[in-house]
């Protein structure tokens, strides 16, 4: 199993960026994908990013342009670069790993992102 801890949520302004970590337990380019979820009150969780082994990455269009997954393998980290914030990208933001094809998600404990003036 892998575990994954999420830094960097906060309060920023809209128009704001923040900078979302995940430091991982194993060694990143062994995992599938990484990558990103969110979930806001009501909501069901959704993709935000996703980063694969080879490095292709993934963005559903609401956050196309503004975010950016990256990740670093010396420290075993993923980052979220959020840019542009808007209100509506308030949200807990989760971590995932799927570690292979076939496997299921291992989750962080996820990070409060909260944009507001």
């Known amino acids: 199993q892998v575990q994954l801890v999420e830094s960097g949520g906060g309060l920023v302004q809209p128009g704001g960026s923040l900078r979302l970590s995940c430091a991982c337990s194993?060694?990143?380019?062994?995992?599938?994908?990484m990558g990103w979820h969110r979930q806001a009150p009501g909501n069901q969780r959704e993709l935000v990013a996703q980063?694969?082994?080879?490095?292709?990455?993934y963005y559903p269009d609401s956050v196309k342009g503004r975010f950016t997954i990256s990740r670093d393998s010396a420290k075993n980290t993923v980052y979220l670069e959020m840019n542009s914030l808007k209100p509506e990208d308030t949200a807990v933001y989760y971590c995932?790993?799927?570690?292979?094809?076939?496997?299921?998600?291992?989750w962080g404990k996820g990070t409060q992102v909260t944009v507001s003036s």
């Open positions: 194993k060694d990143i380019l062994g995992i599938y994908i």
């Open positions: 980063i694969f082994s080879a490095g292709n990455t």
């Open positions: 995932f790993a799927l570690p292979r094809v076939g496997a299921v998600n291992d």
